[in-house]
């Protein structure tokens, strides 16, 4: 793979175009060969391919709806929301980290970042990650949430959604829907006997 192949998030292959080039040239052009079309893919910006996946607007979503949220919230509150999005989302799509954490810090957190990055006293805080899940869910174009509001168990439909862009430290979003749809086949088979 390295410099001239490289495998897309969603299965793709990326030919480089020094590869394709070779390809066209050395490969394609034998007589008889009726090989496949071999297209050099350079994506700029990962984060409109995993819009484009998304099929909403997701980061201009998260932004707005993050920047108000970000409004009503303490430095040390505001400092751990923040980890938890950008941390759940870089581990769900290392191949935005660097871009989507650059563009949160300068166009969500923007005047807060200096104060935010040297802030220190965040131990001990108790954080109610269920704002994150809201926000990712609603910039995922997910309305109905009243779930979430009295802190009940999120639907199936909603860790799937949710698992299309953020995991867990611990435990990827996708291990806990199989778990509990585990649990709720071994319920139903209970029931049935």
Not at 29 to 48: D, F, K
Not at 157 to 186: C, F, P, Q
């Amino acid at each position: 793979m390295g410099e001239y192949f490289s495998r897309h998030s969603y299965g793709r292959l990326l030919v480089s175009g020094l590869a394709n080039q070779y390809f066209s040239h050395n490969i394609f052009e034998q007589e008889g060969y009726t090989g496949i079309s071999v297209a050099c893919n350079h994506q700029s910006n990962p984060m409109s391919i995993l819009e484009k996946f998304l099929g909403v607007p997701f980061f201009e979503n998260l932004g707005n709806l993050a920047r108000k949220r970000l409004a009503t919230m303490d430095d040390a509150t505001s400092h751990i929301y923040g980890l938890w999005l950008m941390s759940g989302i870089s581990r769900r799509h290392p191949e935005i980290e660097n871009d989507f954490c650059f563009w949160f810090m300068s166009n969500v957190w923007g005047e807060r970042l200096s104060a935010l990055a040297s802030y220190t006293g965040i131990q001990g805080i108790e954080f109610d990650a269920s704002v994150v899940f809201k926000d990712l869910l609603m910039a995922l174009g997910e309305n109905n949430l009243s779930m979430l509001d009295d802190k009940s168990m999120m639907s199936l439909e909603h860790l799937r959604l949710l698992d299309k862009v953020w995991t867990g430290e611990n435990m990827r979003v996708s291990e806990v829907i199989a778990i509990l749809e585990l649990y709720s086949r071994i319920i139903k088979g209970e029931r049935s006997n």
